[in-house]
């Protein structure tokens, strides 16, 4: 049937799209280059491209596909087979931090009478609920909040204000946390199996389209090797030098975080494989003179990922690898189209933060060995507690069993009232100086 | 006898005793097994070595509860049990089993609402593990026990849920301070002493002179009722509790039911998923709503106070649509935020002062 939201979704992403883009790409001049720094990745302006093609057409989804909010850990597979148009709130507060505008966000939402001590990507989103503020523009309606606990309690919490203030259905995918010591969670991923296949109906029900099983076979498949391909993406960053630091990564993130599933995100990652595998060969780093190797625990602070990325390069210590990207290649190789639900609920009910400290420990410490990692740097993230109580135990652990240097830097993922800049300077300073 | 000295005397009898942080758990399984509960809610050892293991906007409620098991406090403890209540507390979880790794620990995962029949075969299962878990250290249990204990279980809920019917209806004369000291011994004493606690307290309130004239009539939810003078304060404000939706006390009730239907562990099953709603176990703003306002009519209450812990997110996230949805129905709501014993401060003392002169100017009381 003819619709004209549906031609000018695809003459957008066909045509006004491209073109636009390679207009502004001719007419963008070069931003000035930090000497520290390595030479920019050729990649970093395909996948700026992508993020905007991905937020644009985001506009335009609404009526033409089925629109969805999805968390960053839910098992979106199930979603694309049923062509869901996503949109990852998660993403959105990183793009809300990273381009400063998260604070004015958080404050519209406590305006409403949300704590500050609430988490701030979900103070951020809120706050666009409330406010409609957005630096991508404009984000679609959804018609379903699809939301996995398997990252953190606070996303139910938050999907949970987003059904009451939207009057929209929300659809949890309820994985249960693996303590440390205990065996193969059978009963826990026979749970998470049959939520998964009872909320197939309700799936098809909103977005007015059947489940196509050999679509989603499809999709799995996409998904897996997507993420094996982010897994060797982050595996190049073993060589001495690595060809990109993780700050570089915690932007090259986004599309297995917000494409998973789409051949767009498989091709991406293959373009970027090549890149770094030539500088590699080419014995490009990431910085220019790389003398200390260090690790990353937590999600980034947004807002100063270009400050401690120059700070960092200045003193020759290059961040090799981190626990967040990594939780995007970790589980992954359980996806088997053989048998999708019980490989989703395997796939995604044991990624790290979903699971005890000890193995967070043993899985860090296996890292540490094969990065090469001389020392870390915790973020205890005030808005994130599963990933930052504990972290203390960790550094003393870690500092012990592997003899690295470590520090801990108390911040906020996108809330700069959270962060002191003295503070944190003068602890990285005699880090820096260890 | 203070609960410290309590527990040893039971130790002394010969019964286990666990360690158990909130807040929803099957306690009589552990009844079952001779295993003595105390929940780890606000216990007051000084502040000192916490800080070491957890950060600053982490609740009191968790760092309380680590801060005496550093200070050795919960040495004596056979065992831990974690509920899997909030993030922090399945943290805590793990540094608990790496700085204490000789006191084993047990973990009960609460399937989030909403519940189809897969949650309740998962919790089915866990509940098996747990008790073939408990078997294998401690010996097996007999169903006769196991049903004793989920009979002792029901008694208790039934006391209960008198006790607060009393409570609204304005026959249970006693102070809020003295109404929640009495209720909260559930948290660490044997079903026998509990059962005769409360069966005391509504014999107390019958001698008692009805206490429903002149007072306000309020319904309360948080967390848990700490710090207790804060209480006090209610009661020289004329406050009455006369409902509460506690984590630690109301929303931990289960609907009541007719006669006896199953197995020991499948009654406790159908109990455990007719429990009120809870923000901890994912419930929607809706159902919490409708159940707010079901008991504000059948305790009467005028007026609701919402009475949050620090830090304490979920409870947090749901308090500005609760509060929008009760404005909307014309209640009265006050919150107060307030860390575990940390007292009363003069802000939250006047805020309470005002709130109680508003609402009563407006039902033309006297105060």
Redesign the interface.
């Given at each position: 049937m003819f619709s004209w939201k549906a031609l000018r979704f695809r003459s957008a992403k066909d045509v006004v799209l491209p073109l636009s883009l390679s207009l502004r790409g001719r007419r963008k001049k070069a931003k000035t280059h930090d000497d520290s720094l390595g030479p920019p990745l050729r990649c970093s302006r395909k996948l700026k491209e992508m993020m905007i093609r991905h937020y644009y057409l985001a506009r335009l989804a609404k009526g033409v596909k089925p629109v969805a909010w999805v968390t960053s850990g839910a098992p979106v597979e199930l979603l694309r087979a049923l062509d869901f148009y996503t949109v990852y709130p998660e993403n959105h507060g990183a793009l809300c931090g990273a381009g400063r505008a998260a604070q004015e966000l958080c404050a519209a939402a406590e305006r409403?009478?949300?704590?500050p001590?609430?988490?701030s990507y979900?103070r951020t989103d809120l706050g666009h609920a409330f406010s409609g503020g957005t630096p991508v523009g404009k984000l679609p309606e959804p018609d379903l909040l699809f939301c996995s606990?398997n990252i953190?309690?606070?996303v139910?919490?938050?999907f949970?204000?987003l059904?009451?203030?939207r009057g929209i259905p929300?659809v949890?995918f309820?994985a249960?946390?693996i303590?440390?010591?205990?065996s193969e969670p059978s009963?826990?991923v026979?749970?998470m199996a049959?939520?998964l296949r009872?909320c197939v109906p309700k799936l098809e029900r909103i977005s007015r389209r059947e489940f196509d099983e050999n679509r989603f076979s499809e999709v799995l498949r996409l998904s897996k090797e997507s993420s094996e391909s982010w897994g060797r993406v982050l595996s190049t960053l073993k060589a001495r030098p690595a060809p990109m630091t993780i700050f570089d990564a915690f932007v090259h993130l986004a599309p297995i975080v917000s494409l998973r599933g789409l051949p767009v995100c498989l091709d991406y990652y293959h373009t970027l494989l090549s890149e770094l595998e030539e500088r590699v060969g080419a014995g490009i780093g990431g910085i220019r003179e790389e003398r200390t190797r260090l690790m990353w625990d937590n999600i980034a602070v947004w807002f100063k990922l270009r400050d401690f990325s120059r700070l960092f390069a200045s003193h020759g210590c290059s961040f090799v690898c981190a626990t967040y990207t990594n939780a995007w290649a970790e589980t992954m190789h359980f996806l088997d189209a053989k048998d999708p639900f019980e490989a989703l609920a395997r796939a995604y009910g044991q990624v790290i933060l979903n699971r005890?400290?000890?193995y967070r420990a043993a899985l860090m410490e296996r890292m540490i060995g094969e990065y090469q990692v001389d020392g870390l740097v915790f973020h205890?993230d005030?808005s994130c507690?599963?990933y930052?109580?504990?972290q203390?135990?960790l550094q003393r652990?870690l500092a012990e069993r592997c003899g690295v240097k470590t520090v801990v830097i108390?911040a906020d993922m996108t809330d700069p009232r959270s962060y002191s800049e003295e503070q944190t300077s003068n602890r990285l300073q005699a880090f820096l100086e260890m | 006898m203070n609960r410290s000295q309590y527990l040893r005397a039971r130790k002394l009898e010969g019964r286990k005793v666990f360690g158990v942080f909130p807040a929803q758990y099957p306690k009589e399984l552990l009844w079952a097994f001779d295993i003595l509960p105390v929940e780890i809610w606000d216990p007051k050892p000084a502040a000192c070595e916490a800080g070491r293991y957890i950060q600053p906007f982490v609740c009191s409620v968790v760092r309380a509860g680590l801060e005496l098991i550093l200070q050795g406090k919960a040495d004596f403890l056979d065992g831990f049990f974690f509920p899997h209540t909030c993030d922090s507390i399945q943290n805590l979880m793990s540094i608990v089993q790496s700085i204490r790794p000789d006191i084993p620990c047990w973990f009960l995962y609460h399937p989030r609402a909403p519940h189809g029949l897969e949650a309740e075969s998962f919790y089915a299962a866990q509940l098996e593990g747990i008790t073939r878990q408990l078997g294998e250290r401690f010996g097996t249990v007999s169903p006769e026990k196991y049903a004793d204990a989920v009979e002792a279980g029901r008694r208790i809920n039934s006391l209960l849920r008198e006790v607060y019917e009393r409570r609204a209806s304005g026959e249970l004369g006693v102070t809020n301070r003295e109404f929640y000291d009495t209720l909260r011994l559930g948290e660490f004493q044997t079903a026998d002493d509990y059962e005769g606690a409360l069966t005391g307290l509504l014999r107390r309130g019958e001698s008692l002179t009805a206490c429903g004239d002149g007072t306000l009539p309020i319904l309360v939810s948080g967390v848990l009722a700490n710090p207790p003078e804060l209480l006090d304060r209610m009661d020289e404000l004329g406050i009455r509790i006369v409902a509460d939706d506690f984590i630690n006390l109301g929303r931990r009730i289960p609907s009541p039911k007719e006669g006896s239907k199953g197995s020991p562990s499948v009654e406790m099953i159908s109990d455990y998923f007719s429990l009120p709603p809870c923000s901890t176990r994912g419930f929607g703003i809706e159902e919490r709503v409708l159940f707010l306002t079901r008991l504000l009519e059948r305790s009467r209450a005028e007026a609701v106070i919402f009475w949050t812990t620090k830090f304490c997110e979920p409870e947090l996230f749901d308090l500005p649509p609760l509060t929008k949805e009760l404005g909307k129905r014309g209640v009265r709501v006050l919150h107060i935020e307030t860390e575990l014993n940390e007292g009363v401060s003069a802000q939250v003392a006047t805020r309470l002062e005002a709130f109680v002169e508003t609402v009563n100017r407006e039902r033309g009381a006297e105060i």
């Open positions: 409403q009478g949300y704590s001590d609430l988490c979900a606990n953190c309690q606070t139910q919490y938050w949970k204000q059904a009451y203030h929300l949890l309820d249960p946390f303590p440390d010591g205990e009963a826990a026979a749970y049959a939520q009872a005890g400290l000890g205890s005030r507690k599963p930052s109580i504990g203390y135990q652990t108390e | -």
